[in-house]
């Protein structure tokens, strides 16, 4: 009889995979599953990831108002995105320059005309200034201008709010716009969708108990979309060729089936194309990843945006807006169920083979190949082990 004993909590159990043997072209070795489930790798991720990557952590219009505040992480660090006095978005290390409490536990909220920690009372302008200290007039040497937050390099694109760890990242447009030529070869179909002018009209949170990496993996191919994804298949046919839009090459949009008037759950299309569309760009699905964090689809009337907060090692957060032009969602028959249906339901199925996959990791024969459909992951293969400095794929 034998035992097995389960790993402390904290120390990844050793792993043995049986030796490589040589594939051919058609198929390309996948991680080793180390990447996706050990603590020490995640604090890689959040260390050289998503500490040095522009990260999309919030809406915009979450913090209308001087004084409102988010409270988001970036990496291992809390970050308070917050609303200044002058209307602009400031981002500071959620952190106080007195003795390092954190400055906030709540989520959201507002902290009025000031921000003040509650442990000795120093307490910062929305601007980040340190005003006012208990005693400060008996403390000469406590220069309020060297006790500012920490800024966090804050930037806004399509709406939402982005934020920077790194002091010497390029603005986030450079990181960006690389993706989307790489993706569409051009900018200028992105930006006929205009994302930044359309509202929010409905959100979901998905709790995905997956690694982010998988999540983002999953975007990329659609080798799956035949198995898992019959109500997708049915509104984009040429999915079950195995390639989508993101493996499909430089530009690749995919066509709706011939019978449905819109990308919806009923197939029909219930609203006007977003201004600023061409004709081109009817009834096509277009699916974007901006690498850390963000998958877009673009779909001629409406847009759905995606945002992955990686929670822990094999958890992930998503979050998925669905995006309408402010003149549809202002009509009376205004009704987005439609068009959140069919995505709803191929997300829970996406999400389920991501929990899955995440599962089979836990087993020490864990390994397997990407075939051709799918050799498009090797892009983020590539770009994933340059940031953590494994260029080698192991
Ligand atoms: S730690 Fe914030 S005031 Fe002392
Ligand atoms: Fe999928």
């Known amino acids: 009889m034998s035992t097995t004993t389960p790993a402390p909590p904290g120390r990844s159990l050793r792993r043995t995979r049986p ?30 990831v998503f500490e040095r990557s522009w990260l999309c952590v919030a809406r915009a219009d979450e913090v209308p108002a001087a004084g409102d505040f988010v409270r988001v992480d970036a990496g291992a660090e809390s970050v308070l995105v917050v609303r200044g006095r002058d209307g602009q978005v400031h981002a500071y290390r959620n952190l106080c320059r007195h003795r390092g409490a954190v400055l906030c536990l709540e989520p959201r909220g507002s902290f009025g005309k000031r921000i003040r920690c509650v442990y000795h009372a120093w ?31 804050v930037e806004q694109w399509l709406g939402y709010v982005w934020v920077n760890l790194d002091a010497a990242a390029e603005p986030l447009r450079e990181q960006v716009r690389p993706q989307l030529l790489a993706r569409l070869g051009t900018e200028a179909t992105f930006d006929r969708y205009g994302i930044g002018d359309l509202a929010v009209g409905h959100t979901i949170t998905y709790d995905v108990a997956s690694n982010w990496k998988c999540v983002i993996e999953n975007f990329m191919e659609c080798y799956h979309c035949a198995s898992i994804h019959p109500e997708l298949t049915a509104a984009l046919p040429q999915f079950r060729s195995g390639y989508g839009t993101v493996s499909g090459g430089v530009g690749a949009g995919a066509a709706f089936a011939p019978t449905i008037g ?100 836990r087993s020490s024969a864990y390994g397997g190949v990407l075939v051709p459909a799918e050799h498009v992951i090797t892009e983020f293969y590539d770009w994933y082990l340059t940031a953590v400095g494994e260029r080698e794929r192991s």
């Open 262 to 361: 819109g990308f919806s759950r009923s197939g029909r299309a219930s609203r006007a194309p977003l201004p600023g569309l061409l004709p081109e760009d009817d009834r096509l699905f277009y699916g974007v990843i901006c690498r850390p964090n963000v998958f877009v689809i673009l779909v001629p009337d409406h847009v759905a945006f995606f945002r992955l907060e990686p929670v822990d090692v094999t958890h992930t957060r998503v979050t998925v807006d669905w995006l309408f032009s402010p003149d549809a969602m202002a009509r009376q028959d205004f009704d987005p169920s439609d068009a959140v249906e069919i995505l709803d339901i191929t997300n829970r199925q996406d999400f389920d083979a991501c929990q899955r996959c995440q599962l089979g990791m």
């Open 123 to 153: 307490t910062y302008g929305l601007d980040g200034r340190l005003v006012a200290a208990p005693n400060i007039h008996d403390m000469p040497d406590l220069v309020k201008d060297d006790f500012g937050l920490h800024r966090v390099r």
């Open 19 to 48: 030796p490589r043997r040589a594939t051919g072209p058609d198929l390309v070795p996948v991680l080793d599953g180390r990447y996706y489930t050990d603590p020490g790798w995640w604090e890689t991720d959040r260390r050289l």
